[in-house]
């Protein structure tokens, strides 16, 4: 059973900096894939970043230069680091893996399309006010 448990998010304000977590169990395919998305209100979900197991990165072009994603294999953990926040950004955050069958599909270039991630986390929310 693949199991993500996203921890960090908080309120903060405007041009701070957070770091997001996000622990997995049940998920150690060699390949691997993963990624980070978010949620506003009355919004659709949308992909934020994505990590290959060679550590090939993408990135939505609103948080370009903003975001980092990054892992740590020993520890089963992939991170977001969130600089220069801004209001828009607030929204509640997910973490995803890619399902195994798409490893070769994503390779070089992480997909930030939902239709590859077969599993989520519960999300931890993001506040940032002006």
């Known amino acids: 059973v693949v199991e993500l448990v996203e921890s960090g998010g908080t309120s903060v304000q405007s041009g701070g900096s957070l770091r997001l977590s996000c622990i997995s169990s049940g998920y150690t395919y060699r390949g691997h894939a993963m990624g980070w998305f978010r949620q506003a209100p009355g919004k659709e979900r949308e992909g934020v970043a994505a990590i290959d197991s060679d550590d090939n990165t993408n990135y939505a072009d609103s948080v370009q230069g903003r975001f980092t994603i990054s892992q740590d294999n020993a520890k089963n953990t992939v991170y977001l680091q969130m600089n220069s926040l801004k209001p828009e950004d607030t929204a509640m955050y997910y973490c995803?893996?890619?399902?195994?069958?798409?490893?070769?599909?994503?390779?070089?270039?992480?997909?930030?399309?939902?239709?590859?991630?077969?599993?989520w986390g519960q999300g931890t929310q993001v506040t940032v006010s002006s």
């Open positions: 995803a893996a890619v399902a195994p069958r798409y490893f070769m599909a994503v390779r070089r270039t992480p997909s930030l399309s939902e239709d590859v991630y077969a599993y």
